[in-house]
């Protein structure tokens, strides 16, 4: 740890751009929301085939990589044990990589797709043949797709930190894939980096405190506004600031053990009091109509259908993020790999996360889908009038002891942020660094740092109404970071061969140092 400093050429640039694009969301959101909406749409229309076919061979490398000859490789070598116990691992997978989102899409985004299905889907909206495509749509969004883009990344910054011992940092895997060092490029894609997590995470975030605050208006007549949002902000800086300079092992790890089992909580409630026989029923079904259509719910564009934009609006829009978050998560997600097979750590980190959405979905999703088709509420008009955030919590309400359910439903949502946001501020400190091994914590104050950026940003962002204006960004950055992840892929294939080959799986030549 003595030779650490920070990567100025990266930090101070993306930081720049970052301030700049934030500038422009607080005083000139309508006319940048609207150069990006026809950015987001134009991309969508020429490259959206792009994403959905990236989705897939993610997917299918995926696959292959746990079930070849490369699936018995193990991190770390024969002698290798494992860092956390797989419950740690499983629930911070699961943290890690949801977010907020989980909570308020598992809810929202069927109505969506159950009112306003797409051409391709061939369903009549309102329909039972569109509520089994609005479940099993929402299911495959939150599930497999993701948790295959974060895993393979994660297998290839695996392998160059635990079996080549290099630092963990793009430069070792680019150089793995490419053949040669190349700082210039390195330098490019921790900046790129930089800049759009800070962004990314700040985006969620602000939608977020939209979610929160409306929860506190509705539980507690509280009038949300600039100042609840910033009460919410800072508890939420503080709560992931704090865990992330607790590292990994110590606040990361209690917090998502915490979150996962207010989800389990939360999950058995509303399986006991909801409409259970209708959400299993549903949920049987759903589960079934996405296996016999898993590539082609991955693949749903608007041929000879020019007017749909449905596809631009979801699934291109899902792709794109997730490619964004991959490498980072990835980053993250590879210190849980030491001591385990290829395999079994795929297997694990796909599988454990994704059957826990899909169960997730189909008893959140399909209380929405029971309550708007059996007529109890209209949350179509709700949703259209008074917004999602805000229906959510009449959906809630709705339940013996709504009120505490709602509590509950908040405080999953501070938790579940927050253990988003810990490993991105921890890997983001991590990049910016010089000379950082893979079992070294990046210096606290560099987390601290980024926790008060990611926060500031959000606040700023929510209160000056200009979320929506931004975001579209994270999508478009989404394009080139996927070339990036080509070059990772590339990466884990060519490490894993090489290591495939030595008996003990390690490819190490020289004593840990940087290559920087």
Not at 209 to 236: F, S
Not at 372 to 400: C, H, K, R
Request: proline fraction near 3%; aromatic fraction near 12%.
């Amino acid at each position: 740890m003595k030779n650490i400093s920070i990567n100025k050429a990266a930090f101070w640039p993306a930081l720049a751009c970052l301030c700049v694009l934030v500038g422009a969301g607080v005083f000139a959101k309508d006319a940048l929301g609207s150069i990006l909406n026809s950015i987001l749409y134009g991309m969508a229309d020429r490259a959206g085939w792009f994403f959905e076919l990236f989705a897939i061979v993610c997917i299918i490398l995926t696959i292959v990589l746990a079930f070849s000859k490369f699936g018995n490789i193990k991190i770390g070598g024969p002698d290798a044990k494992p860092d956390f116990k797989t419950w740690n691992w499983i629930t911070m997978s699961l943290c890690g990589g949801i977010g907020t989102g989980l909570l308020f899409w598992a809810m929202g985004e069927p109505i969506y797709h159950f009112m306003t299905p797409p051409v391709a889907a061939g369903v009549e909206a309102g329909s039972r043949e569109a509520a089994i495509f609005s479940i099993s749509q929402t299911m495959w969004n939150w599930s497999i797709p993701q948790y295959c883009m974060y895993t393979i990344c994660a297998v290839a910054f695996a392998l160059t930190a635990y079996n080549l011992r290099k630092p963990l940092a793009y430069g070792p895997v680019l150089k793995s894939a490419l053949g040669r060092d190349s700082s210039k490029l390195e330098t490019l894609v921790h900046g790129l980096t930089i800049f759009t997590m800070c962004g990314a995470v700040a985006c969620s975030m602000g939608v977020g405190l939209m979610q929160i605050g409306a929860g506190v208006e509705y539980l507690l007549g509280l009038k949300t506004g600039v100042g609840v949002w910033l009460v919410v902000a800072v508890i939420i800086t503080v709560l992931f600031t704090v865990s992330c300079v607790s590292g990994i092992g110590k606040g990361l790890k209690k917090l998502s053990s915490f979150t996962t089992i207010v989800f389990i909580g939360m999950l058995i409630f509303v399986c006991i009091f909801g409409p259970s026989t209708f959400m299993a029923k549903l949920g049987t079904e759903s589960f079934a109509h996405l296996m016999d259509n898993a590539f082609s719910q991955t693949a749903i564009l608007n041929t000879m259908a020019e007017g749909d934009t449905w596809y631009a609006d979801w699934i291109v829009q899902y792709w794109a993020s997730f490619i964004v978050y991959a490498p980072i998560l990835g980053m993250f997600l590879s210190r849980m790999a030491k001591g385990r097979t290829i395999r079994s750590f795929i297997l694990v980190n796909v599988l454990a996360p994704s059957l826990f959405c899909m169960v997730w979905i189909a008893a959140f999703g399909g209380i929405t889908v029971d309550l708007q088709s059996s007529g109890a509420f209209d949350i179509w008009t709700a949703v259209n009038t008074t917004g999602m955030e805000s229906t959510i919590f009449y959906i809630l309400d709705s339940f013996p002891l709504g009120k505490v359910l709602i509590a509950v439903f908040l405080i999953a949502i501070f938790t579940s942020f927050a253990t988003m946001a810990d490993p991105v501020a921890a890997a983001l400190a991590t990049i910016s660094t010089h000379g950082l091994s893979v079992d070294d914590e990046a210096p606290r104050p560099l987390k601290i740092l980024f926790g008060i950026i990611m926060g500031v940003v959000a606040y700023l962002l929510v209160a000056s109404g200009g979320v929506s204006s931004v975001k579209g960004m994270w999508v478009i950055i989404g394009f080139p970071i996927a070339f990036i992840m080509i070059v990772i892929i590339i990466s884990a294939f060519r490490n894993a061969g090489k290591c495939s080959a030595k008996k003990d799986y390690m490819l190490a030549e020289d004593p840990v140092k940087s290559e920087r």
